[in-house]
């Protein structure tokens, strides 16, 4: 029996060292894990010695510039993701006729002035006017990133409306819709930041938009007047609406580039003009010049003869009241026609552009000749029609800035003579 456990015995004990090697590597292994570092190699090659510093107690490591120390309170930040800002969107149901309610309203004139919305549509024009201060009240879209691609800190308040992308492309006036649309709060000329840029570049030059009926062309010459750098553009009434959606996408941001004066009086123009400012007509084929000398309409083309005889129609008026009062004058205001292309703007110039159809106003030539202003003449082929009424701008626009940056280099140079 003694034997038999003698050799139990002897049998076992190979296991015991086995068993005591693996719960001192186990120790070791934690006894390292707790031991600090003595250098400390960054990624950039730098290398901080973390030992302690002679004559400090032990166990207080030295000060190293990368030991935390409390951290202050960061200062209250905007949120810069759409996560952060907390914004929710609605989802169109089926039926849902928001977005339908919303078009009807915008799309007319009277319903327009009358509630003071405007409908944006493209993410540029979009982010044109938030740039400019526009107020947003509901946005349409079919992606979210869309909405995630506008400021933050203008989408606060506003609705957020998720529809699917055929009821955008049913109400859509372009040809490929972006899939976002904006109502916005009418702009106020007055509360718009404008580009510094344009600002820097701004002319003494105004442009007067006088019966322009026709959409795409009112809204290429607002395009013009930003390119030229126009200080501003006045619209009369009798003009198309310079919000409407059509303006809008020939204008091709030119809304937000330069103040637009909309829906003015006659009697109001002068209130909006700098001092010594001297209007100037455009004068479709020399009418004006032309109509004392002949009483042929068809002289002038289709253009002019509407015009020949709507102010014969004044002429008529005038000489009825010449005969009860005995007076005698001129049916028009005495107007110089003057070549487009010699100087006109030794003073501030506000040039009137007339719509293709009804011509300028009698209001308009009274209002040159009361200022000092003359007629400026486009010469064309003897047999061609007038030129278009944004073409016609165009023209006049960018002549009067050539002009006055010639003056500005000869002011300059004989400045650097003297």
């Known amino acids: 029996m003694a034997a038999l456990l003698n050799r139990v015995g002897r049998a076992a004990r190979p296991w015991l060292p086995a068993g005591q090697t693996w719960d001192f590597d186990t120790r070791r292994w934690v006894r390292a894990l707790r031991r600090s570092p003595v250098k400390v190699l960054l990624p950039s090659g730098q290398v901080v010695d973390r030992r302690p510093g002679a004559g400090k107690l032990p166990g207080k490591a030295e000060a190293s510039p990368h030991v935390q120390r409390p951290k202050q309170a960061p200062p209250p930040q905007t949120p810069s993701t759409w996560e952060e800002s907390g914004l929710r969107y609605d989802k169109a149901l089926p039926g849902d006729k928001r977005l339908s309610n919303v078009m009807t309203i915008v799309r007319s004139r009277p319903f327009r002035e009358k509630q003071g919305k405007i409908l944006l549509e493209g993410r540029r024009l979009i982010a044109d006017a938030l740039k400019a201060g526009a107020v947003p009240k509901v946005f349409f879209f079919s992606r979210l990133e869309y909405i995630k691609e506008l400021p ?23 040809v490929t819709p972006q899939g976002i649309m904006g109502i916005f709060a ?172 009804h011509g300028v106003s009698l209001e308009s030539l009274q209002l040159a000749e009361s200022t000092g202003g003359k007629r400026l003449l486009i010469p064309v082929v003897p047999g061609v029609d007038s030129l278009n009424s944004a073409m016609a701008a165009s023209i006049l626009l960018f002549e009067g800035k050539r002009q006055l940056r010639l003056r500005a280099e000869h002011w300059s140079r004989d400045r650097s003579y003297h």
Not at 152 to 174: A, N, P, R, T, Y
């Open 152 to 174: 933050l800190d203008k989408l606060k308040g506003v609705s957020l409306i998720k529809v699917k992308f055929e009821d955008i492309k049913d109400w859509s006036d372009l």
């Open 186 to 357: 009418k702009p106020d000329h007055v509360k718009m930041t404008y580009p510094e840029t344009q600002l820097h570049h701004s002319l003494p030059l105004l442009l007067i938009c006088d019966n322009l009926r026709d959409p795409g062309n009112l809204g290429t010459i607002l395009r013009s007047a930003a390119g030229a750098g126009c200080g501003k553009v006045l619209l009369t009434k009798g003009c198309v609406d310079a919000w409407e959606p059509k303006v809008l996408r020939a204008g091709m941001g030119a809304h937000f580039q330069l103040p637009i004066v909309n829906n003015l009086d006659w009697e109001a123009v002068p209130n909006y003009l700098a001092p010594d400012t001297r209007v100037y007509v455009a004068d479709n084929c020399g009418l004006y010049a032309r109509a004392q000398m002949s009483n042929k309409a068809s002289d002038y083309g289709w253009v002019c003869d509407r015009q020949l005889s709507k102010f014969h129609k004044y002429e008529e008026e005038e000489e009825e009241e010449d005969l009860e009062t005995g007076a005698s004058k001129g049916w028009l205001p005495e107007l110089e026609v003057q070549s487009y292309d010699l100087d006109w703007t030794e003073a501030p110039a506000a040039v009137v552009i007339g719509g293709e159809t």
